[in-house]
Every structure is written in structure tokens, then in C-alpha cells.
């Protein structure tokens, strides 16, 4: 069973970095693309960012352009987003999911991690 | 490309149908023929699950009573007879282009 682990987040002052990893399990990790999806608290769904199976493409919403970077090691079967310049309005839970790049969706997702970003 | 999802609360009977739509500010059809909208349904302090996938496919493990429908902009999920596990959030999503985006999520809530 496809199985994705987030970890990293936390509490962190504004101006302040973190990163979070995706440990992958049970599929060939560097065949697929991964990305972040985050949920704000009651709030819906935002896309944050995606990354190629072999790591050289990626992509960044508006939001985060910049100041996040997503990243991956396929022999340790892990995804990484990099979180610099962290503001208030990132306070959410940060998902990782797998990509299945033939239909463009995620068609699966981790626990999730939160992250709180507050003085 | 902008998602706008309605209802965005559907109190539905046990038993009873449920349905709910989703229109994108342009059109989901990919010069490859393809069309990239996906369902997701999140239950409560669970996280997002794909439901359907290419307008029409369910997931593998998805009940029959979830199917979806829709082309071009215009696009809908329906349950045909809501149980109580079908309480939670329904997003709709794109994947035509980046950035990928979702709707702004449909709660449903039994009556």
C-alpha cells in the first residue's frame, strides 16, 4: 500500500525557514512526480508546488514563488519543500501527495504536517 | 484558471441524492483530447482522497454511487444516495495547467 510520510513542521517565528520531508513507500518513488498541496485553517485546498520524477522540472504558485523550493532524493525515496521568509499566511497543513502525471491529479496524499508560522 | 464550485453546503437526507457542481473560468480540454478534472473527497480531520478522476473515472475502491459528469467547463459530481460516511468536503480540481487549482470546496452534512 502507497504510503506517504510528512514531517518537519512545527511552530516558527515570521522570517523564520523550515523543511519538510515526504518519506515514500510501496511505489517506485523516482518513476512519479510529487508535490505539496497546503489547507490553511478552515480554509480549502491551495496548491503549492510540483517536481518531476527526476527532479529537473519544477513548479511554484504565485504565493510561495521565491521563497519555497521543492526538492527530492530518489535513492532515499524522499521529497523536500524548503521553506524561507516564512509569513503568518502560511500557517497551514502542508500535504504531500504523488502524482499521476497521465491523468494530472494526486492520487494519493500523506497525513500532513502542520505548520504554524506566529511570534 | 479559477474553479467556482455550488453549492458550497449541501444538507442531504440519508439515502437520498446529492449533487454538486463545478465550473472553471475556461475550458479543461487539453490539446491532447484529454480533460482534467479530478473530485476529491475530505472527510473529517482526514485528508483529501481522489475520487474521480478525467471527469468520469472513479478511483479504484470508490463506490458506485459517486460518479462524475461534465465537459468543457461545466462539470458535476453526484452521489445517488448519500450515507453517513459521505459527510465531509468535495473539492473539484484541475490539472490542465499550472498552477493546478481547486474549487473552493462543497461541505456535506446530513439533514
Known amino acids: 500500500e502507497v504510503q506517504l510520510l510528512e514531517s518537519g513542521g512545527g511552530l516558527i517565528q515570521p522570517g523564520g525557514s523550515l523543511r519538510l520531508s515526504c518519506t515514500a513507500s510501496a511505489f517506485t518513488f523516482s518513476t512519479y512526480a510529487m508535490g505539496w498541496v497546503r489547507q490553511a485553517p478552515g480554509k480549502a485546498l491551495e496548491w503549492v508546488s510540483t517536481?518531476?520524477?527526476?527532479?529537473?522540472?519544477?513548479h511554484y504558485a504565485d504565493s510561495v514563488k521565491g521563497r519555497f523550493t521543492i526538492s527530492r532524493d530518489n535513492p532515499k525515496n524522499t521529497l523536500y519543500l524548503q521553506m524561507d521568509s516564512l509569513r503568518a499566511d502560511d500557517t497551514a497543513v502542508y500535504y504531500c501527495?504523488?502524482?499521476?502525471?497521465?491523468?494530472?491529479?494526486?492520487?494519493?496524499w500523506g497525513q500532513g504536517t502542520l505548520v504554524t508560522v506566529s511570534s | 484558471i479559477v474553479m467556482t464550485q455550488t453549492p458550497l453546503s449541501s444538507p442531504v437526507t440519508l439515502g437520498q441524492p446529492a449533487s454538486i457542481s463545478c465550473r472553471s473560468s475556461q475550458s479543461l480540454v487539453h490539446s491532447d483530447g484529454n480533460t482534467y478534472l479530478s473530485w476529491l473527497q475530505q472527510r473529517p480531520g482526514q485528508p483529501p482522497r481522489l475520487l474521480i478522476y478525467k471527469i468520469s473515472n472513479r478511483s479504484p475502491g470508490v463506490p458506485d454511487r459517486f460518479s462524475g459528469s461534465g465537459a468543457g467547463t461545466d462539470f458535476t459530481l453526484k452521489i445517488s444516495r448519500v450515507e453517513a460516511e459521505d459527510v465531509g468536503l468535495y473539492y473539484c480540481?484541475?490539472?490542465?495547467?499550472?498552477?493546478?487549482?481547486f474549487g473552493q470546496g462543497t461541505k456535506v452534512e446530513i439533514k
Open positions: 480540481m484541475q490539472g490542465i495547467q499550472f498552477p493546478w487549482t
Open positions: 501527495a504523488k502524482v499521476r502525471w497521465s491523468d494530472r491529479d494526486f492520487d494519493f
Open positions: 517536481i518531476s520524477d527526476s527532479g529537473v522540472s519544477t
